[in-house]
């Protein structure tokens, strides 16, 4: 009972992190209608911003912490001024480029980090007495993803940004004729995106490590999500977050580690087939 209990709770904690990752991914698709697969690079960015700061300039993991979210937000903004943006209008091109751009950055990672796993250190040390023991370090990174997603959705619903980038994502021209200035609204989505990913690529770090490749499986998980949940549909990516989460600890806890990766590629297929719009629709369609 206890073992189920802490399978339980490691899962409920990484699906927050996946969420983190998911909702980034889906608002660039609902609101840009593209699909950026340099995510992963941006939580690699994230990751090791926090690794150099605090090793090499032995700044305190909290303000690295920030400093990584703000780089992270940093180079997916310039990713799209400097790119994206002049050919957002080819889907395509738009996921080439960012395909170059990820694979640019495992490189330059490779090259002056090397291809050894890095250790992030711990935002808390110590373990909570539940189930056999917890790392506050994981609880901790649940809670701040839970806050972060909880502003997101306040800011999204309840502020003047975000209702202008819910009517970009609902229609270009409907959003000009009231004064929206849609390539602004889509550099919101790529810098908050980007944020949401350099801290989850923090946490992931902390509570693993961090890699050159590290971004990789994220961003599978995130195609998995964003299409079970939904594409364009933050609501789902949250709910697919979860789904996916407590299928992949389960099915390396209780069936084979080698098989990480797999539930959620076997769902994929299974919702494309069977339900294509996932199970929310395009709530955020371009």
Same mark, same amino acid.
């Given at each position: ?13 990484? *699906?927050? +992190? ?19 697969? %340099?995510?992963?690079?941006? +939580? #690699? ?28 937000? $940093?180079?997916? $903004? ?34 002056? =980090? /090397? ?5 992030? &250190?711990?935002?808390?040390? @110590? ?27 306040? @800011? ?11 009517? #970009?994502?609902? !229609? ?5 004729? =009231?004064?929206?200035? %849609? ?20 946490? +992931? ?5 961090? %890699?050159?490749?590290? /971004?990789?499986? &994220?961003?599978?998980?995130?195609? !998995?999500?964003?299409?079970? @949940? ?5 609501? $789902? ?19 084979? !580690? !080698?098989? *990480?990766?797999?539930? %959620? ?12 719009? $996932?199970?929310? /629709? ?5």
């Amino acid at each position: 009972m206890a073992e189920l209990l802490t399978t339980v709770l490691n899962a409920a904690m990484l *699906s927050a +992190l996946y969420a983190l990752v998911a909702i980034g991914f889906t608002l660039i698709f609902g609101v840009g209608g593209v699909l950026n697969l %340099s995510h992963g690079a941006t +939580l #690699t960015v994230g990751a090791f911003t926090a690794f150099f700061v605090t090793g090499a300039l032995d700044v305190n993991i909290w303000v690295a912490t920030l400093v990584a979210m703000l780089v992270a937000a $940093g180079f997916a $903004g310039v990713l799209y001024l400097g790119m994206v943006r002049f050919v957002e209008d080819d889907p395509i091109t738009v996921m080439i480029l960012t395909l170059v751009t990820s694979i640019v950055v495992e490189e330059l990672v490779k090259i002056f =980090v /090397g291809t050894q796993p890095r250790a992030i &250190p711990s935002l808390l040390d @110590g373990q909570l007495a539940i189930a056999g023991g917890i790392q506050t370090n994981r609880l901790l990174a649940f809670a701040l993803s839970w806050a972060i997603i909880g502003l997101l959705f306040a @800011g999204v619903n309840y502020t003047r940004t975000g209702k202008a980038i819910l009517a #970009t994502s609902m !229609s270009t021209k409907g959003a000009a004729l =009231v004064g929206v200035e %849609s390539e602004r609204m889509y550099l919101y989505t790529w810098v908050i995106a980007g944020a949401l990913a350099g801290l989850a690529g923090v946490f +992931l770090g902390s509570i693993q490590t961090a %890699s050159w490749a590290m /971004g990789r499986a &994220p961003l599978v998980l995130s195609f !998995s999500i964003v299409v079970l @949940g939904g594409i364009g549909s933050i609501r $789902g990516s949250l709910i697919g977050a979860y789904v996916i989460g407590f299928l992949e600890v389960f099915t390396v806890s209780y069936i084979d !580690s !080698s098989l *990480s990766g797999l539930a %959620s590629l076997v769902v994929l297929v299974a919702i494309l087939l069977v339900k294509p719009e $996932g199970l929310f /629709g395009r709530e955020l369609a371009h």
